[in-house]
């Protein structure tokens, strides 16, 4: 039975991620807040990514760790590009180089679509142009480089997961930051219509974080993929326009989305290539757009 660490373990992914691992190994969840879900609270420890001490301690005996904490916030990191840095940058390093000191084996970095920027052909596959256009992609594409260069240079496998857009339940409606879907349900919950920024032509690849942790999980199986990237996505395109409808039509209500502008530097178009993914893991996604939409109802 291994012992892994998950980082962020508090977070929607990381607590899936957790869950998920303790069926056949020895677990050790990593965050800055207190774990919120009482069956993960015994195999939880609050620590800080950029503290060195805490990390040295956390990685002791460890064979594999999953990097999920990071600041995942676009808005944040224009607004704060400093602490946006410092936690997915810095905090990064920071445990990859005690990670490798401690002899650690594998080494997952949950990186993010937002490495690619503007799309230049759809799908993206993993060998698109990486050219981010907010400093959190750009803080996660410098997460990436630190990992491939310690795949490289030191005895540990390092492994690149960038998911796409990922949803579930335990995502904070309350959040400023929350994905589209959450903040979608958290208002037709209220019987508050959905809020559409822009025309809502706009298309994304929405992914169960559910559906990540099993993605991520099947890496840690597989020997043999240092230095490989993989995205993570449904590989289904989904336009804003008809998420709203399929929310409003799930709920059983009758509202209809109001519109209102434009978020500054959206992208217009996003969908994975998974390909690689399936060929080399055997990954397909489980949950549907619409049952993980029902789920998130209920």
Not at 19 to 33: A, N, P, Y
Not at 80 to 94: K, M, V
Not at 215 to 236: A, D, H, P, Q, Y
Request: charged share 20%.
């Amino acid at each position: 039975m291994a012992k892994i660490l998950v980082t962020g373990s508090s977070g929607q992914l990381g607590s899936f991620m957790c869950e998920l691992l303790t069926q056949k190994h020895s677990v050790m969840g990593f965050d800055v807040r207190p774990q919120p879900y009482r069956n993960l609270q015994s195999i939880s420890i609050v620590g800080d990514i950029t503290e060195e001490a805490q990390v040295k301690r956390a990685v002791e005996g460890v064979q594999s760790v999953v990097h999920c904490a990071a600041q995942v916030s676009v808005e944040r990191s224009t607004q704060d590009p400093l602490f946006d840095a410092w936690t997915n940058i810095l905090g990064t390093i920071t445990l990859l180089h005690e990670s490798a000191m401690a002899g650690v084996s594998k080494f997952v970095y949950v990186s993010s679509a937002a490495v690619y920027g503007q799309p230049k052909s759809i799908p993206i596959d993993e060998n698109h142009p990486t050219n981010p256009i907010s400093n959190y992609g750009t803080s996660k594409l410098a997460g990436e480089k630190y990992a491939y260069a310690y795949a490289k240079n030191m005895a540990m496998e390092t492994v690149i997961v960038r998911p796409f857009n990922f949803y579930s339940s335990r995502a904070d409606p309350q959040s400023p930051y929350s994905g589209v879907i959450t903040k979608f349900v958290s208002r037709v919950k209220e019987d508050k219509p959905p809020i559409i920024e822009g025309d809502g032509r706009q298309t994304r690849d929405f992914i169960h974080a559910r559906d990540v942790a099993q993605m991520i999980g099947l890496t840690l199986e597989k020997e043999g993929l240092s230095g490989e990237v993989f995205n993570c996505g449904s590989g289904r395109s989904t336009s804003v326009n008809d998420l709203a409808s399929t929310v409003i039509f799930t709920s059983g209500k009758r509202l209809k989305p109001e519109y209102a502008a434009a978020r500054v530097g959206d992208i217009k178009d996003s969908l994975s290539n998974c390909a690689k993914a399936r060929r080399m893991l055997g990954f397909e996604p489980k949950i549907s757009l619409s049952e993980g939409i029902a789920e998130l109802i209920r």
